[in-house]
């Protein structure tokens, strides 16, 4: 089967990083396709930049040329997922509601630690939308932006994981979720680091995409995922690249 | 004072509609500036053509060249306006979220009467997201499409105030909330059916956007609505119109 | 239009405050009529004086001679708003209730800073039934009791922005309602001190009441808020002043 | 030991079917002490009444001139018992809260059947505050008002009756309490009818006020019932009676 | 009356224990026969041994000789009470629940002290269950072992009473509930730490139990405490001692 | 791999059924080992039978001679899984929150059709524990005891696709769990009379385990789930078979 992996941001090392985090957790018959959005910001920490990752998301998997089984949205936190289950008849899983699924199978309460403390409002609604939020013990910020990840891992392995240890004692978190697509990668440091379980989203997202394609399930079109009525859309799409 | 009221769909007989209505609830000395999306579905019933609503709203009043004291996002149950809170130094108010505080004064449990079943979802979502969901009852359907309304406002009518008198015999409602910008200025009839107050979102919209204004009030920039941090967006914005 | 803008403790220069913070904040058509209840404790910080306060408020507004278009009651956290509905076919509006909904268009999260420590349930438990707390971060005491607020505004406003600055920091609020009718006056000072917006009832209220009566809405009376039925009430009303 | 059990509203044949009622579910060494309200209402359904009954009930109970050792506050749904908390070292029971707690030991939900449909949303409300509406499967009216109970008791059994079983079948209540201090009485009739439990909250809030005293238990007195702050109260008590 | 009042646990002396603190609480006439299960764990500090505990005191209630009339499930956030309630005719009762049943009838919030950390969620979720977890203000350890209360019940009061202090400064509890049946008698003590009410669950549930066969009240038959359908059950009971 | 999958009542067919439906999930990989409780009830329809399932199936899980590398437990709505998750190093999943948390991938909301009308609490209160009922429109009974399934298949479909269509069109469902571990093998039936994404908890358990295990994630022993201490356990495991 073949699933597309759609970053949420324009930068291509991020692309690429969780191309390869998604590879690694797939079944050898699993092609994983990673894309970049057409259009967008570098890095998306904010409603603005998450509005216009949505649409650039949606544009982007609408416009690709080959046919594919799945498609993760691989942003935390992030508008738009909706929307592409309205648009699509292939299941359609977002990271952040992969992780915290996935979570909630191995501890009785999960903590996020996500980026800047900006985004923590975004995944709390995320969460509470996807009906997710009963066992968040909390989410809490490293204070790192998200182009940040890439320039130091070691001192963002220390940042979320003093993070994640505090979620542990204060806000009696069992499982941790790494809350934010640029983390791919550095789970397994975390887990020496706290003791607990590190789900990683993107990972999560695989193997439950999997699933649903090899039980025959996709999205219901009975009523709030039913496909766009048609009708006329002016200047649209923009014409990018 | 002058206030932005944005449609959300491109059809500019709803913007003209909506704006006259606006006009209608203003304070003499308010100018008020009906706008149409730079781009998107000419109705918007659904999460695709809501996401892309964001957009359009956002970069629409970005766009506008003029100064002003406040905006007034006029779409029923629609994602954006945390962008635009963003974006934006003045006081931002969504319809959906001023109709239900408006109802809140005026009785016990409120209900929505929208358009299309589909649009259920959205509406529930955004006021939870708010909220101000513990005193809703319900959110009800008419049947009728956005574009529907202005074909046959008598029909319209009928179809509302049905759903209406539901909400209040079976729901417990004891105010109704008319679930759609198209709505504006069948409020009175539905008075007449129903025997409870009804909210015109846009009207209530203008006053709370008015009464922020005069208060010195805006949007707190502290953290989820701080400003979008200085980033490169890629292919951004398109070129249209 | 006329409003009544009702105190529920007895302290006269309490209510000239209150009657003061109403008129800035009212259109230049609005007359404030500022009461003061006709009975009841000097100042109210607990449940047997808020019951007491609630009616003497009542029986103050059905005694006031004269028409008027609204009611404010500017108590924080009293009880009897609901009473006033069923006695009255203009809207009422209470301050607790304004300042939350206000608050709630301003940023994610609001806290309310109050006075003694005891009085923090009574406004919990207000916001609670009025559907208006899931947005709430907290409840905070100032330490200050009600008659205190005037005899040294300084100390006032260095407790109550002390509080507030711990509310933005450690509850996540990014907005402050200033949780008695006695803090009139203080809004901008605390502003200063915390970078956040600070909302005051009694204005936010004015601004709600007018709203609602020139939009010609007002209480549903349906059910919840429909008249007394007639009956006999026995030595009552007591003959007081 | 001796109990007060205060009626709210003025009727003194329900404060003698009361006090039966109480008096029946008393031990044997327990003195049941009937009391009317100084003033208010003959019968209370509705917001108005019920404040002027918390203030009543109140006054009545401080200048009772005997020493007591707890209080049964007997409305159904009424306000006022926070106060009596603050005022008094004895425990205080409310027969809403005492029904609803007796309930939960005997099924997983309950419903409440009361009289008049404008009283369900008081009911609703204090259960709400009381922290006791996660198992209240609905609060449903018969629509008799309070002084037609006594009247034609067949016909009040009818109509509770059917309500309750609704309750059972539609709500999936399980056991059933009697939504008014004037439905003493008619439990056993009910309990035939429909085959579930039905509890009298009286008889409930009885056990439950010995039960305490037995424990030596009574009002925590470290915040939110501590006693009022010595203040002036001005015009009040009113001379009655 | 005679009550069966079981411990959950195997160790003789504190089925003991619970005994004479029932017997104490207990009326005159009552008959307090405390058994021990007929298998299981010397503690109970977990979710195996909690289960096994429910199937062992069904088995032992179950097998008892005699007739009687309202059983005590005495152990402290444990499982089993359902079906306790499906199996037998007379009222049940929780020790856990009759605490926080109580304990909302003392304080408008409680927390419970209990022993090791983690036996903290276990607690949790029953009131969870219970529909009793709205006024629960915490559950904190202690972190003494259930066995450890009999060695040194000094440094027992110790531990609970610095944990009960924090409950009240730091959680605004207002009364407190000692969190396991071990704790029979160390009720007074903490009191005079704390200057809160603290309710014991044995001594609550005996006057719960007591009251409701006064009342003629026992579990509701009609859909979820329904006795078991007759049914085979493969290599069971086994035979024990 | 090699997966458990234990049944929790004594029937074998049933586990046959269970078994035959795991395999059909599996990959080519994984080894999927049917289990029957070593004791219990032949069908398990209500709180005695499920206390006594879930202990069953611990211990038959901790007798197994083989080594394994998942768990699981294939009971609609039971308790236990807490207890397996306490005893062993492997993930255990439970086919109620699989079935949950693949259909909240699959649609906004989803409903659960079971067996008999008794056993709706067991899963709703199971749903809750899990923190998975946001989404959950209801759960429904086809009226069909568990044993019943077997008998007819065609009539079981039509009872169980009626509760579905209603859940659908009533409660606003868009996804369907089968709420039985013995509905294994009809979820393509009810599909088809239902047009909604049908989910079966057995097939979704086994996708959730081989995930689970291919990611390294286990149990997280921090706290709630931490082995069992070291205790002395009466009189058990009792001998059977």
Redesign the interface.
């Known amino acids: 089967m073949r699933i597309l992996v759609v970053n949420v941001n324009?930068t291509q090392s991020i692309t690429d990083a969780i191309g390869e985090q998604a590879a690694a957790?797939a079944?050898p018959g699993t092609e994983i396709v990673p894309l970049t959005p057409?259009?967008?910001?570098?890095?998306v920490?904010?409603?603005?930049?998450?509005?216009?990752a949505?649409?650039a998301v949606?544009e982007t998997v609408l416009a690709h040329p080959e046919p594919f089984d799945a498609v993760i949205q691989a942003g935390y936190g992030e508008?738009?997922r909706?929307?592409l289950?309205?648009?699509l008849d292939v299941?359609v899983?977002d990271i952040t509601?992969a992780a915290a699924?996935?979570a909630?199978?191995?501890?009785?309460r999960y903590s996020v630690v996500t980026t800047l403390?900006?985004t923590?409002?975004l995944i709390e609604?995320r969460l509470?939308?996807?009906?997710?939020?009963?066992?968040c013990a909390s989410v809490r910020a490293s204070g790192l932006?998200v182009l940040d990840l890439e320039q130091d891992e070691a001192a963002a392995v220390d940042a979320i994981a003093e993070q994640a240890a505090l979620a542990?004692t204060e806000d009696?978190a069992?499982?941790i979720c790494l809350g934010c697509g640029g983390m791919a990668g550095l789970a397994e440091r975390v887990v020496k680091r706290t003791?607990?379980?590190v789900?990683d989203g993107v990972?999560?997202a695989v193997?439950?995409a999997?699933?649903?394609v090899?039980?025959g399930?996709?999205?219901?079109k009975?009523?709030?995922?039913?496909p766009?009525?048609p009708?006329?859309?002016?200047?649209?799409?923009?014409?990018?690249?």
């Open positions: 324009t957790a079944l057409a259009f967008g910001a570098e890095s920490e904010g409603n603005y930049e998450s509005y216009l949505a649409v949606m508008h738009g909706e929307g289950q309205e648009l299941p899983v509601e699924s996935t909630q199978f191995l501890g009785r403390d900006r923590v409002p609604e509470e939308v996807a009906g997710l939020r009963a066992r932006a542990v009696r069992e499982v003791g607990v379980p789900v990972s999560a193997t439950i999997e699933s649903l090899r039980l399930l996709s999205t219901s009975v009523r709030t995922y039913a766009p009525r009708k006329q859309i002016a200047n649209w799409p923009p014409r990018v690249r």
